[in-house]
C-alpha cells in the first residue's frame, strides 16, 4: 500500500491534521491566512510546515500542483483536504451565501487542476 501524503488547505488550528497523522499520513503543509491559527497549528505540529498565506488567487494551484508531483514522484498517495471558510453559506447567518462561494469554487478549480488522488471538502450546505 502506498503512503499518503496531506495537504491540509484552510487548515485554521490543525485539527484535520491530528485526524491525518493519527491515521498514518504524511502532512506535507498546511495553510491558513489567520495568524492566530497558525501559530497555533504550529506549536501543536511542530513537525509540519505550517504556511500563512492568502488561498484564493487564480495562480495559486500551480504551487500546490508541484508540491502534488513532487510527492506523488516519490510514491506517494495525494490527499487534498480544504476547509474554505463557510460562515456565509451557513443556515445560522444572514449574509448572502454568494459571499461564501469564491473560495469554495477556488478550492474546486485548484483540486482540478492539481489532480490529487483523493480530496475532500469540509463545507456547510447554503441557507435558503
Same mark, same amino acid.
Given at each position: 500500500?502506498?503512503?499518503? =501524503?496531506?495537504? @491540509?488547505?484552510?487548515?485554521?488550528?490543525?485539527?484535520?491534521?491530528?485526524?491525518?497523522?493519527?491515521?498514518? =499520513?504524511?502532512?506535507?503543509?498546511?495553510?491558513?491566512?489567520?495568524?492566530?491559527?497558525? =501559530?497555533?497549528?504550529?506549536?501543536?505540529?511542530?513537525?509540519? *510546515?505550517?504556511?500563512?498565506?492568502?488561498?484564493?488567487?487564480? @495562480?495559486?494551484?500551480?504551487?500546490?500542483?508541484?508540491?502534488?508531483?513532487?510527492?506523488?514522484?516519490?510514491? %506517494?498517495?495525494?490527499?487534498?483536504?480544504?476547509? *474554505?471558510?463557510?460562515? =456565509?453559506?451557513?443556515?445560522?447567518?444572514? $449574509?448572502?451565501? !454568494? !459571499?461564501?462561494? *469564491?473560495?469554495?469554487?477556488? %478550492?474546486?478549480?485548484?483540486? !482540478?487542476?492539481?489532480? *490529487?488522488?483523493?480530496?475532500?471538502? !469540509?463545507?456547510? $450546505?447554503?441557507? $435558503?
Amino acid at each position: 500500500m502506498k503512503p499518503v =501524503a496531506v495537504l @491540509d488547505l484552510f487548515c485554521g488550528m490543525g485539527g484535520f491534521t491530528v485526524g491525518a497523522v493519527n491515521a498514518g =499520513a504524511t502532512c506535507i503543509m498546511s495553510v491558513d491566512n489567520w495568524n492566530e491559527a497558525c =501559530a497555533v497549528h504550529r506549536t501543536n505540529h511542530p513537525e509540519i *510546515p505550517v504556511t500563512q498565506m492568502e488561498l484564493g488567487h487564480p @495562480d495559486h494551484w500551480r504551487f500546490f500542483k508541484r508540491m502534488v508531483d513532487e510527492w506523488r514522484r516519490m510514491g %506517494y498517495h495525494i490527499h487534498i483536504h480544504g476547509s *474554505p471558510p463557510c460562515q =456565509a453559506l451557513s443556515n445560522a447567518s444572514t $449574509r448572502n451565501a !454568494e !459571499e461564501g462561494m *469564491p473560495l469554495v469554487l477556488w %478550492y474546486h478549480d485548484l483540486v !482540478e487542476n492539481c489532480e *490529487p488522488d483523493a480530496w475532500r471538502m !469540509e463545507n456547510v $450546505r447554503p441557507g $435558503r
